[in-house]
């Protein structure tokens, strides 16, 4: 009754050797690779604001934005034309007297609205 065990034992040592053997090899030669690849995130310049947030978020590991300004959300830096048109449509026409000449802006708009007249 021993030596059956110890027969059953040695054939299991041996099933279980020849699969972790054959699980090794498998896996030493497959072409595919298991580690994880990261993306070179020097190519993205770091001398503007969008190129720097690029690489910041190649390095996160997210894909980088095609509009920086569209993030912040600035109506003038890439809002679309519909958001343009919106605020020009709800902009307050001024008569030329209500313009200050106390500033550059004012003084710039009270000459383009004499202008336009």
């Not at 972790?20 to 072409?31: A, H, P, Q």
């Not at 809002?79 to 605020?87: G, L, M, R, W």
């Not at 209500?98 to 000459?111: E, V």
């Amino acid at each position: 009754m021993i030596e059956i065990k110890k027969e059953k034992e040695k054939k299991m040592n041996k099933k279980i050797l020849i699969i972790i053997i054959f699980v090794s090899t498998f896996f030493m030669f497959s072409s595919t690779s298991f580690s994880e690849t990261k993306e070179d995130c020097s190519k993205y310049s770091t001398k503007t604001m969008s190129g720097l947030s690029k690489k910041v978020r190649c390095n996160r590991g997210l894909p980088p934005i095609k509009n920086f300004f569209s993030k912040l959300k600035w109506k003038g830096f890439g809002a679309s034309s519909d958001v343009k048109a919106e605020h020009n449509a709800t902009k307050k026409k001024l008569a030329c007297d209500d313009y200050t000449s106390k500033t550059i802006a004012g003084l710039i708009g009270k000459l383009r609205c004499s202008r336009n007249k």
